[in-house]
């Protein structure tokens, strides 16, 4: 529905993975890690952007990094909305976002996981038959 009437697109960059080790007690666990994300993302935006792909990129990130990609994009005549959790928000990312920034901080209570108690109430359990 939403690529087809909306003609909404969205890009989900796989995380990587990694082990970690305690120097302590020697315990071991699997971690989840971006790796190339910044300089996937800022590629793909500036692609899209000078293939007239999109009228307006909505960039969920508060990192400075994206800048130029930013200031890029806007120079090609489309628009770049921001979405940020407020402590991590360049201040200059800000001020090049085509509207004013949304911050994921006044939509966590409707954003946020619910507790693990709420979720088993959502999960449809198996039919026995």
């Given at each position: 529905?939403?690529?087809?009437?909306?003609?909404?697109?969205?890009?989900?960059f796989?995380?990587?993975?990694?082990?970690?080790?305690?120097?302590?007690?020697?315990?071991?666990?699997?971690?989840?890690?971006?790796?190339?994300i910044?300089v996937?993302?800022?590629?793909?935006?500036l692609?899209?952007?000078?293939?007239?792909?999109?009228?307006?990129?909505?960039?969920?990130?508060?990192?400075?990094?994206y800048?130029e990609?930013?200031k890029?994009?806007?120079?090609?005549g489309?628009?770049?909305?921001?979405?940020?959790?407020?402590?991590?928000?360049?201040?200059?990312?800000?001020?090049e976002?085509?509207?004013?920034?949304?911050?994921?901080?006044?939509?966590?209570?409707?954003?946020?996981?619910p507790?693990?108690?709420?979720?088993?109430?959502l999960?449809?359990e198996?039919?026995?038959?």
């Open positions: 529905m939403l690529k087809n009437d909306l003609h909404y697109e969205m890009t989900v796989p995380l990587g993975h990694k082990t970690v080790r305690c120097k302590e007690c020697g315990d071991s666990r699997h971690s989840y890690t971006e790796k190339g910044d996937a993302l800022a590629t793909t935006m692609v899209l952007a000078n293939n007239r792909a999109f009228e307006t990129a909505i960039l969920v990130s508060g990192d400075k990094d800048l990609t930013v890029a994009v806007k120079q090609l489309m628009r770049v909305e921001v979405v940020s959790w407020k402590r991590s928000l360049s201040q200059d990312l800000a001020k976002s085509s509207r004013n920034v949304i911050l994921l901080d006044d939509l966590k209570a409707e954003i946020e996981k507790p693990d108690a709420e979720i088993e109430k999960i449809p198996e039919e026995e038959e």
